[in-house]
Nanobody, 119 residues
Framework: QVQLVESGGGLVQPGGSLRLSCAAS????????MGWYRQAPGLERELVAH???????KYTDSVKGRFTISSDNAKNTVYLQMNSLKAEDTAVYYC?????????????WGQGTQVTVSS
């Protein structure tokens, strides 16, 4: 499996910004999809944003206009720029990478990074 190392989480006040990074142990140039999920206490894990083959991008409705996902293939890294953060964005954010393997997919996960939005 691919190793994913996340960084950039922390404590920020409402309205502030953070940038999460996810570095992969292999080239991300031809992967199927890479992105971020998050999980808040007591809630199910939800997809935040992903970037797919052909640079297709998708966001969950609650972060549209505030979060931006991007990738740097030379660094095998995906970023999540989070602006105008709200208390409800507080969660553990998990990076994932999905690649085609045979007729199916293989998904690798990062260890998670805590994002806390609080005054």
């Amino acid at each position: 499996q691919v190793q994913l190392v996340e960084s950039g989480g922390g404590l920020v006040q409402p309205g502030g910004s953070l940038r999460l990074s996810c570095a992969a142990s292999k080239s991300i140039f031809s992967i199927y999809e890479m992105g971020w999920y998050r999980q808040a206490p007591g809630l199910e894990r939800e997809l935040v944003a992903h970037i797919g083959s052909g640079s297709s991008i998708k966001y969950t409705d609650s972060v549209k206009g505030r979060f931006t996902i991007s990738s740097d293939n030379a660094k095998n890294t995906v970023y999540l720029q989070m602006n105008s953060l709200k208390a409800e964005d507080t969660a553990v954010y998990y990076c994932y990478l999905r690649e085609v393997v045979g007729r199916g997919y293989s998904t690798s996960w990062g260890q998670g990074t805590q994002v806390t939005v609080s005054s």
